[in-house]
């Protein structure tokens, strides 16, 4: 299973563009990378998964470079809202193999 | 609405009693997981199930049991032999199957124990 590593936490200001960068340097080929958002005492949501190059949808953009040993994931514009951990995941869900969620990064958002 | 139920919210049980944690799925999903979350850090897997009356033990089973009998549910249990019983617990299911999917996640049991 890869291993994932991402920074434990960053801050950035209301309106601002955070790119969180996540290093999964043995990701095998059948491998997608997924990212989860989590609040506090809630459950992760999912935000948005791709296999390689650009992934965009209504909150957030992925970039996957062709090694495909790390990602990033792009917040347009963030809000207090946005304040929150997010976690990296490399693996098959739909294999249901052990998924394993490394600690994130723990984003603030400051006014 | 189709999605994952996880009952109690909160529970709260004396040192030495067996807990059960419910997690009811009606999304039609082959595999479910069970982690573990304590204050400030990442998830832990506990156990997953690719389907029914099938389960294996993930990353930190000692002190866990689980059953599944049907696909919809995946009860986990919380045994006296379980050491730090105290945290957060959150169920999950995804489809199997290749190709990309995700996972969809209940809101939780928090298991306090005294």
């Known amino acids: 299973l890869a291993k994932t590593t991402q920074p434990i936490s960053m801050d950035s200001y209301e309106g601002q563009e955070v790119n969180i960068t996540c290093s999964h340097n043995n990701i095998a080929t059948n491998d997608y990378i997924t990212w989860y958002q989590q609040f506090p005492s809630q459950g992760p949501r999912f935000i948005i998964q791709g296999y390689k190059t650009k992934v965009t949808n209504e909150v957030a953009s992925l970039f996957i470079p062709a090694d495909r040993k790390s990602s990033t994931l792009s917040l347009p514009r963030v809000s207090l809202s946005d304040t929150a951990v997010y976690y990296c995941?490399?693996?098959?869900?739909?294999?249901?193999?052990?998924?394993?969620f490394g600690s994130g990064t723990r984003l603030s958002i400051r006014p | 609405d189709g999605g994952i139920t996880q009952s109690p919210k909160y529970l709260f049980r004396k040192e030495g009693q067996n807990v059960t944690l419910s997690c009811e799925q009606n999304?039609?999903?082959?595999?479910m997981y069970w982690y573990r979350q304590d204050p400030g850090q990442g998830l832990r897997l506990i156990y997953y199930?690719?389907?029914?009356?099938?389960?294996q033990k993930g990353d930190i089973a000692e002190g866990y049991s689980v059953s599944r009998e049907k696909k919809e549910s995946f009860p986990l249990t919380v045994t006296s032999a379980q050491k730090n019983p105290t945290a957060f617990y959150l169920c999950?299911?995804?489809?199997?199957?290749?190709?990309?999917?995700?996972?969809?996640f209940g809101q939780g049991t928090r298991l306090t124990v005294v």
């Open positions: 995941l490399v693996g098959e869900w739909s294999s249901a193999s052990k998924i394993i």
């Open positions: 999950a299911s995804s489809i199997v199957g290749r190709g990309r999917t995700e996972a969809f």
């Open positions: 999304l039609n999903h082959d595999a």
């Open positions: 199930s690719q389907i029914v009356n099938d389960f």
